[in-house]
């Protein structure tokens, strides 16, 4: 019965991670995902530190959750649209998987992405910042639970019934933007003064607390609330978007 149990579990895993690859291939590098995912929140996030002066504690940290931010949450609302358009997503369903199965594949993928693009201001804060990584450990669970949680995020406004990626883009970064006013990223949140409750509703400020301890900036509410914060949201954005997919699939 273990062993039964066990071979469907992994059966289930490997086709995810095919859905994965197929989408990193396809859809990841794209124009879209470039602009959005990478470019886009790079110099927003220039705009507002240039002549600021701000330690590189800080600096570093907050750029990788940007980028983590943007980058993750990018891919799902490019990849599935343009499935829903090519007939691909429609395969999938109809394909000897479950529905858990298709949303973990495309959600893994922009876990993989995220993870990828937030080594880039890591290697520039190590080599032209000179930063030092207090903790390892918590860098790795950092930058593994942001990805995934904004991964699934992005899954989650996905299943917007449209073949357009831009209509779900539009309707994400209407979110998006103001969580990174909220967040610790440009503004402290000891600063925030009455108004500091506020960061504990957005999904960013975890990200960027806990990145701040690994790379030894210290943080505000602790890891192991950081880490739970993470997870609550992830399990939140997996359940709403495996909900509504299942939601607008029976409609269509």
């Known amino acids: ?6 071979y469907r579990l992994f059966r289930e895993l490997t086709r995810a991670w095919a859905i994965a690859k197929k989408d990193f291939r396809l859809y990841y590098l794209t124009p879209g995902v470039i602009m959005f ?3 886009f929140p790079v110099f927003l996030f220039i705009s507002f530190a240039v002549g ?21 949450s990018s891919t799902g609302p490019m990849a599935v ?13 109809t394909a ?3 529905p858990f199965s298709i949303l973990l594949g495309e959600t893994l993928g922009g876990f993989v992405f995220g993870g990828i693009i937030a080594s880039v201001p890591l290697v520039i804060g190590i080599v032209w910042y000179g930063i030092e990584i207090a903790n390892p450990l918590a860098l790795i669970l950092g930058i593994g639970l942001t990805s995934f949680c904004f991964s699934a995020m992005g899954i989650m406004f996905a299943a917007m019934p449209t073949e357009n990626p831009g209509d779900v883009m539009m309707v994400l970064n209407f979110v998006r933007l103001p969580l990174l006013f909220v967040s610790g990223i440009f503004i402290p949140i000891k600063a925030m003064g009455s108004y500091s ?6 999904p960013l400020t975890y990200p960027v607390d806990i990145l701040r301890y ?23 954005f997996f359940t709403c978007g495996f909900l509504l997919h299942e ?5 269509a």
Do not use: H, Q
């Open 1 to 6: 019965m273990i062993s039964e149990s066990m």
């Open 37 to 39: 995912g990478i470019l």
């Open 52 to 72: 600021r002066e701000l330690p590189s504690m800080e600096l570093i940290p907050g750029l990788m959750a940007i980028t983590i931010f943007f980058s993750a």
């Open 81 to 93: 649209p343009s499935e829903r358009k090519s007939k691909t997503y429609d395969r999938l369903i």
């Open 96 to 98: 000897p998987i479950s």
């Open 197 to 202: 409750f506020v960061t504990v509703l957005s």
């Open 214 to 236: 690994a790379i030894g900036g210290g943080n505000y509410y602790g890891l192991a609330w950081d880490a739970a914060g993470l997870l609550i949201y992830t399990c939140l």
């Open 247 to 251: 939601r607008t699939r029976k409609r």
